[in-house]
Nanobody, 119 residues
Framework: VQLVESGGGLVQAGGSLRLSCAASGSIFSSKAMGWYRQAPGKERELVAAISSGGSTLYADSVKGRFTIASDNAKNTLSLQMNSLKPEDTAMYSC??????????????WGQGTQVAVSS
């Protein structure tokens, strides 16, 4: 399975970005998917996840600002990020779940796309 992210960039605080993840093969319909991020000097954290049934999970720090969505027909995962803050600056990677639910964890990640938010 290959996961390729796009859509990162530099944006001012308060702005928006939309990240996309394209996957090879039809995996979205059977596996949970998620977005992780890792800032310099910090551990990787789960930002948002979506189960194969459409249930979503968000980190407290992004609730109300970020929206995860999957398009099974197009094999793409997206992350709409609004009201961005400097602390959102990180490398964002999409991840494939080990099962249909995100509670089972994630087993593979893409290379990532960099997001930088200026104050």
């Amino acid at each position: 399975v290959q996961l390729v992210e796009s859509g990162g960039g530099l944006v001012q605080a308060g702005g928006s970005l939309r990240l996309s993840c394209a996957a090879s093969g039809s995996i979205f319909s059977s596996k949970a998917m998620g977005w992780y991020r890792q800032a310099p000097g910090k551990e990787r954290e789960l930002v948002a996840a979506i189960s194969s049934g459409g249930s979503t999970l968000y980190a407290d720090s992004v609730k109300g600002r970020f929206t995860i969505a999957s398009d099974n027909a197009k094999n793409t995962l997206s992350l709409q990020m609004n009201s961005l803050k400097p602390e959102d600056t990180a490398m964002y990677s999409c991840a494939r779940g080990r099962s249909a639910t995100y509670s089972a964890g994630f087993g593979s990640w893409g290379q990532g796309t960099q997001v930088a938010v200026s104050s």
